[in-house]
């Protein structure tokens, strides 16, 4: 029997063991996930947001309440479980609810009164699995709560627009919508149903199922041909109560002030019931048929409906392996960080024993180093060396136990030298902060 990741899982696995993982479409290099990553969170302190981890999974009605039953993703894409106290949990299919589940848990509102928080995490949805959607995927994302203006809605939209700037992905698009407040939308609703009923016959089981529990949904179809019949259909944006009108005006006003291009899109309500007003997704033609790299939104009825007092929210969140895709489709090119500073090779029973102090030594002193633990050909253990991009491989046998010296090898020049045994560590820290010169002083 041999296991694999589920279907619709990846591994995310060491650059060397992930050698050929530009001809996959899954992003496997975890050196790619870390640059990444680090980047997010780095611009997240530069915003002020503070990070939040929470559990994998949660009650299972946490989700029915915040994202709605009648969404696709709750109805058809939970992966739901009984626990062994017969609780229904599900994992998470998304970041925003968990987050404000521990917002109102932790009461962080009693010291934050706007609270900005960031997460990366991973997320569950049993959908049809092609290139760059998957069952388990990873957001990064944010959640600011407590702040109603459209001055945090250009904010949160310019973090993510700027992430991606520093990331280097440039082929983008901002769309964005105003979906209005529950009231507006009810009317607005109304008018939908009534375009529509004369064509429920021609439409998708989902879309008349979608009709009689929760007729906005209609809009997120992906069939054709409920779209083309869906084409002709009243706009949102025309249904607008004079203060959403105001708030997506300003909002509007301060994107173009900052510099960051959008387009409209009227027909944009992604699948989610918590939102109100602001709705955005950026996309991009980098990641095949998947292309949302990142959608959010306003939400301000959302605390109060899972329990908390009446705060106003907004947040996105980013997928990780559509933004690593759009790299590479762009052919972008990711900094690798630094590999080892030394492998030490050591041939035969001395000389293993004197290098276990020596790995020992060296990592005292913050260097990168490790050794060979198995493995007796020198040969192959250069190739290894070669493998983690050490910058020198410390090669000690008989002789130079003997000597009280190591041979140091240069693994980019070649060039072998002996060092004393008792002096590499401080030879070879002088040799990496000159640049990495030769480590020839000592013999
Ligand atoms: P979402 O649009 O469902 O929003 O997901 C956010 C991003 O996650 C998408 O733009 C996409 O890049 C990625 N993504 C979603 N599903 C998959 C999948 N099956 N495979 C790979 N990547 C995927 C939310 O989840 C909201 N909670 C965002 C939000 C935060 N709204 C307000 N605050």
Same mark, same amino acid.
């Given at each position: 029997?041999?296991?694999? @990741?589920p279907p619709?899982?990846?591994?995310?696995?060491p650059?060397a063991?992930?050698?050929?993982?530009?001809?996959r479409d899954w992003p496997?290099?975890?050196d790619k996930?870390h640059?990444l990553?680090?980047?997010?969170?780095?611009l997240c302190?530069l915003y002020?947001?503070?990070?939040v981890?929470?559990?994998? !999974?949660?009650?299972?009605?946490? !989700?029915?309440? @915040?994202?709605?039953?009648g969404?696709?993703?709750?109805?058809?894409?939970?992966?739901?479980?009984?626990d062994?106290?017969?609780?229904?949990?599900?994992?998470?299919?998304?970041?925003?609810?968990?987050a404000?589940?521990?917002y109102?848990?932790?009461?962080?509102?009693?010291d934050?009164?706007v609270?900005?928080l960031?997460?990366?995490?991973?997320?569950y949805r049993y959908?049809r699995?092609?290139?760059?959607?998957?069952?388990?995927h990873?957001q990064?994302?944010?959640e600011?709560?407590?702040?109603?203006?459209?001055?945090?809605?250009?904010?949160?939209?310019?973090?993510?627009?700027s992430f991606?700037t520093?990331?280097g992905?440039?082929r983008?698009?901002l769309k964005l919508?105003?979906?209005?407040?529950?009231?507006s939308?009810?009317?607005?609703?109304?008018?939908?149903?009534?375009?529509?009923e004369?064509?429920?016959?021609?439409?998708s089981?989902?879309?008349?199922?979608?009709f009689q529990?929760?007729a906005?949904?209609?809009l997120?179809?992906k069939?054709p041909r409920?779209?083309?019949?869906l084409?002709?259909?009243p706009?949102?944006t025309?249904?607008?109560d004079?203060?959403?009108r105001r708030h !997506?005006?300003e909002?509007q006003g301060y994107?173009?002030g900052l510099?960051i291009?959008?387009?409209?899109? *009227?027909?944009?309500?992604?699948g989610?019931?918590?939102?109100?007003?602001?709705? !955005?997704?950026?996309?991009s *033609?980098?990641?095949?048929?998947?292309?949302a790299?990142a959608?959010?939104?306003?939400?301000d009825?959302?605390?109060?409906?899972?329990?908390?007092?009446?705060?106003?929210?907004i947040?996105?969140?980013?997928?990780?392996?559509?933004?690593l895709i759009?790299?590479?489709?762009?052919g972008?090119?990711v *900094?690798?960080?630094?590999?080892?500073?030394?492998?030490?090779c050591?041939l035969?029973?001395?000389?293993?024993?004197a290098?276990?102090?020596?790995?020992a030594q060296?990592?005292a002193?913050?260097?990168?180093t490790d050794m060979?633990?198995?493995?007796r050909?020198?040969?192959?253990?250069?190739?290894q060396a070669?493998?983690?991009?050490?910058r020198?491989?410390?090669i000690?046998?008989?002789?130079?136990i003997?000597?009280?010296?190591?041979?140091v090898?240069?693994?980019r020049?070649?060039?072998?030298?002996?060092?004393?045994?008792?002096h590499?560590?401080?030879?070879?820290?002088?040799a990496g902060?000159s640049?990495?010169a030769?480590?020839?002083?000592?013999?």
């Amino acid at each position: 029997m041999r296991y694999s @990741a589920p279907p619709g899982t990846h591994d995310i696995l060491p650059p060397a063991l992930a050698a050929d993982s530009a001809k996959r479409d899954w992003p496997d290099d975890i050196d790619k996930w870390h640059w990444l990553e680090g980047i997010f969170r780095n611009l997240c302190g530069l915003y002020g947001y503070e990070e939040v981890r929470t559990p994998v !999974f949660e009650q299972t009605d946490l !989700f029915k309440r @915040a994202v709605g039953e009648g969404t696709d993703i709750v109805s058809k894409e939970t992966y739901d479980f009984i626990d062994r106290g017969n609780r229904s949990m599900t994992l998470r299919p998304e970041g925003t609810a968990p987050a404000l589940r521990a917002y109102l848990q932790h009461r962080l509102y009693i010291d934050r009164p706007v609270c900005k928080l960031y997460y990366v995490s991973s997320i569950y949805r049993y959908e049809r699995k092609q290139k760059g959607r998957y069952r388990e995927h990873h957001q990064v994302g944010i959640e600011v709560l407590g702040a109603a203006g459209p001055d945090i809605d250009a904010e949160v939209i310019a973090l993510a627009t700027s992430f991606f700037t520093r990331l280097g992905i440039t082929r983008l698009t901002l769309k964005l919508n105003s979906v209005g407040t529950t009231e507006s939308r009810e009317k607005y609703v109304e008018a939908l149903r009534s375009y529509a009923e004369p064509l429920l016959s021609e439409m998708s089981e989902d879309n008349q199922r979608r009709f009689q529990e929760n007729a906005l949904r209609m809009l997120d179809s992906k069939s054709p041909r409920d779209q083309e019949l869906l084409s002709d259909a009243p706009l949102l944006t025309d249904y607008l109560d004079d203060e959403s009108r105001r708030h !997506f005006e300003e909002l509007q006003g301060y994107l173009t002030g900052l510099g960051i291009d959008y387009e409209l899109d *009227p027909r944009l309500v992604r699948g989610f019931d918590y939102y109100t007003r602001t709705a !955005f997704e950026i996309q991009s *033609p980098d990641v095949g048929s998947q292309s949302a790299l990142a959608g959010g939104g306003r939400y301000d009825k959302l605390v109060k409906e899972l329990g908390g007092p009446p705060t106003p929210g907004i947040g996105f969140g980013l997928g990780i392996e559509r933004a690593l895709i759009a790299l590479q489709t762009a052919g972008i090119a990711v *900094p690798e960080p630094p590999g080892l500073m030394a492998l030490l090779c050591p041939l035969g029973a001395r000389a293993r024993s004197a290098c276990v102090h020596l790995v020992a030594q060296m990592r005292a002193a913050n260097m990168m180093t490790d050794m060979v633990y198995s493995g007796r050909k020198l040969n192959d253990m250069l190739e290894q060396a070669d493998k983690r991009r050490a910058r020198y491989a410390l090669i000690v046998g008989d002789d130079e136990i003997e000597d009280g010296v190591v041979q140091v090898r240069d693994m980019r020049t070649k060039q072998q030298v002996a060092v004393s045994i008792a002096h590499v560590a401080e030879t070879l820290r002088g040799a990496g902060a000159s640049g990495g010169a030769e480590a020839d002083e000592e013999g």
